[in-house]
């Protein structure tokens, strides 16, 4: 009961300072350290402690969120890679202490905030943004390395599926600087070698399905 007044009282002043940037901010701050502090008390249920967790990281999440915006910071990636970070921190953390959960639910939402937005701004932005092309691939393929050195199918298959579509929009990119005879040459060697080695590759293919899902 305590807990949930407390909790009201911080939603009020929250909202008597919801027009002045640096007060909100300070006020979601400092109800966050205040909550993680809660974590250090003994005898809390490990319920109870998750949830206090949740509310600690989602308060100083949302401070930050309102300094980076009064600050006029529009790149996307100062907002959703800190929530990324935590969504990925906390299934890291869950999947070390409840042996029998499975990387989609503990890593996929993190995963997911940490490339997709960064993706959908490389293919739907108007400007070519080399850099943010480069360092979202090395990323994905960061996750894909780390995913299969643990053996977690969601960094595996989410990274793939990343450097897939990246490959796929750099060759659009570059589809009207090469003539037009190296991509049809390219296809035709393409073609050629996977028919002449058909057989392997679909035993190559069905051993690669194999081994996905084995992974956790």
């Known amino acids: 009961m305590l807990d949930a007044a407390a909790q009201a009282v911080t939603g009020v002043a929250a909202a008597l300072t919801v027009e002045v940037a640096q007060q909100l901010a300070t006020v979601c701050v400092l109800w966050g350290a205040a909550v993680a502090l809660r974590l250090l008390r003994r005898g809390e249920p490990a319920g109870r402690r998750w ?21 006029g910071v529009s790149v996307v990636e100062a907002y959703t890679l800190p929530a990324a970070g935590l969504a990925l921190g ?50 994905a393929l960061g996750v894909v390395l780390a995913g299969a050195s643990r053996r977690w199918q969601a960094p595996v298959l989410l990274g793939g599926a990343v450097l897939a579509v990246l490959a796929l929009h750099e060759i659009a990119r570059g589809w009207d600087l090469l003539p037009r005879w190296i991509y049809l040459g390219a296809g035709g060697l393409a073609l050629i070698g996977l028919a002449a080695s058909y057989e392997r590759r679909r035993r190559d293919l069905a051993r690669l399905r194999a081994a996905v899902a084995r992974l956790g």
């Open 51 to 71: 949830r206090f967790a949740a509310i600690a990281a989602g308060s100083e999440l949302i401070g930050a969120w309102v300094l980076l915006a009064a600050g």
């Open 90 to 139: 906390a299934g890291l953390l869950a999947l070390r202490t409840r042996p029998g959960l499975t990387s989609w639910p503990a890593l996929g939402p993190g995963l997911v905030a940490a490339l997709l937005p960064s993706l959908v701004s490389v293919l739907a932005g108007p400007d070519p943004q080399p850099w943010r092309r480069l360092l979202l691939g090395a990323a």
